[in-house]
């Protein structure tokens, strides 16, 4: 068996050795089994490690924060969701409108998907907050899913998860943004919205 070393000739190039002719090699020799299991083995390693990483990054949580309570259940059914201690959403936009309207409480709307992970966290850990939901109380609270609502969402330019909008009574925007917040910067947004009621 005759093999050259690089390292002993530098200005060589490589060659295998002379044990497996390349040339005469065929599918039924045992060194053409051997090439071909290298090849599977290192097409799985390429292939398998980036799927392991992607399931492993969507089973870890966005953030290190532990929900204070478990999130509250968002109800269908009712057009006023009354659920001890947490925000009272409405689930109709018309019917969160006309209560606006009568009421002259400003709007604030949550627009989310059933894919969000930061809306989860919302309502895991920002909405069920004692100050969220005390000022809530000076709005009514409608939770749209954007993805049922698309005309709502394109309506109102949302583009991303979670939007929160507060809107006058009259339908007017008064604050916006997208994203989390902590509870305390939650009740700040709030309440800068309802100081723009007039």
């Known amino acids: 068996m005759t093999e ?4 002993l000739n530098p200005d060589s190039t490589p060659q295998f050795s002379q044990d497996f002719d390349h040339e005469n090699a065929s599918r039924d020799s ?32 966005q953030s290190n924060a532990t929900p204070a309570s478990p999130p509250a259940a ?9 659920v001890a201690g947490s ?4 689930t109709s936009y018309e019917s969160a409108m006309e209560t606006a309207r009568q009421s002259g409480k400003p709007l604030m709307i949550n627009f989310y998907t059933d894919w969000c ?16 939901i005390a000022e809530s109380q000076n709005f009514v609270n409608v939770k749209i899913n954007a993805e049922v609502r698309t005309d709502l969402a394109r309506q109102y330019g949302v583009h991303s998860y979670p ?12 604050n916006r943004f997208a994203g989390g917040y902590a509870s305390a910067g939650f009740v700040k ?10």
């Open 4 to 7: 050259l070393n690089p390292e």
């Open 87 to 90: 925000i009272l959403w409405e």
């Open 30 to 61: 045992p060194q053409f089994g051997f090439i071909l299991v290298r090849i599977f083995l290192a097409f799985a390693v390429f292939l398998l490690i980036p799927i392991l990483l992607v399931i492993k990054l969507r089973a870890t949580p």
């Open 163 to 174: 939007t929160i909008l507060f809107l006058d009574a009259n339908g007017n925007t008064l």
């Open 117 to 132: 992970g930061v809306c989860k966290q919302l309502d895991a850990n920002t909405f069920p907050a004692g100050e969220v």
């Open 189 to 198: 947004q709030m309440q800068s919205a309802r100081s723009q009621v007039g």
């Open 74 to 82: 968002t109800p269908v059914a009712a057009s006023i969701a009354p």
